[in-house]
C-alpha cells in the first residue's frame, strides 16, 4: 500500500542524496525528472499515458532512455558526451518499440475507452507504417552507437532482432487486422527488445 510507497521513495531519496553527494547534484536534476515523468505518465490530472496522443511514448523514451543512462554517467564521474547521449537515445527507442506495440492488442478498447492511444487513433495499417519507422530509428540508433564507437563493434547485431517486426506488419499491412496478427506484431517487438538486450549484454560484457 501507501506505507510500502512512501518506503521505497524514501529510499530511493536516500540512495540520490548519497549519490548527489559523492558525484555532483546535477544527479538529482535527473532524478526529479524521471519521478515527475513517472507520475504524469499515468497519475492525475493529466496521465499521459491516457490521453496519448504520443505523450506516453515520449515520456517512456525519456523515462527509459535518456534520463536513467545520463544520470548514471553523472553517478559515475562520467560526462555526458555525445556518446552517451547516443546510448541513451539506444535505450529510449528500445522501450518506445515495446511501448508503442503493446497497443496494437488493444486499439479498439482503447478507442472505446476514449484513449488517445497512437494505434486506437491512427488505425492498424497506418499505426503499422509508424512501427515500422521506429523499427529503422531503433537500428539506426543501435548502429548509430556502433559506429561512434559508443559500444563495441561487435554489438551492431543487436541491431538485427527489430527485423522480427517487418513480417507482421507487412501482414497488417496487407488487411489482416486480426487478433492474431496483433498479437504476434506484440509479440514480436517483445522479442526483439529481448534479444537485442541479449545482443547487448552479452557483448559489453564480453
Do not use: N
Not at 521506429?134 to 543501435?142: D, E, G, Q, S, Y
Amino acid at each position: 500500500g501507501w506505507a510500502v510507497t512512501a518506503g521505497l521513495a524514501l529510499t530511493a531519496l536516500v540512495c540520490g542524496l548519497v549519490l548527489a553527494a559523492t558525484s555532483t547534484p546535477l544527479v538529482l536534476a535527473f532524478a526529479a525528472a524521471g519521478a515527475v515523468i513517472s507520475y504524469v505518465y499515468i497519475g492525475p490530472p493529466f496521465p499521459l499515458a491516457y490521453k496519448g496522443r504520443g505523450l506516453g511514448e515520449a515520456s517512456i523514451f525519456l523515462a527509459f532512455g535518456i534520463l536513467p543512462v545520463a544520470g548514471a554517467v553523472l553517478a559515475h564521474g562520467g560526462t555526458l558526451t555525445a556518446e552517451a547521449w547516443a546510448v541513451g537515445v539506444l535505450f529510449g527507442c528500445t522501450s518506445t518499440l515495446v511501448l508503442y506495440h503493446h497497443h496494437f492488442l488493444h486499439w479498439q478498447a482503447d478507442l472505446a475507452a476514449g484513449k488517445g492511444s497512437p494505434v486506437a487513433l491512427l488505425g492498424p495499417r497506418r499505426g503499422a507504417w509508424v512501427g515500422l519507422l521506429l523499427v529503422a530509428a531503433t537500428m539506426v540508433a543501435i548502429l548509430s552507437c556502433a559506429l561512434a564507437a559508443a559500444i563495441p563493434p561487435v554489438a551492431a547485431l543487436a541491431a538485427l532482432p527489430p527485423l522480427l517486426l517487418v513480417a507482421p506488419h507487412l501482414r497488417i499491412l496487407g488487411g489482416d487486422e486480426s487478433a492474431p496478427a496483433r498479437t504476434r506484431v506484440a509479440a514480436a517487438a517483445f522479442g526483439a527488445m529481448a534479444l537485442s538486450g541479449l545482443v547487448l549484454a552479452i557483448t559489453l560484457w564480453f
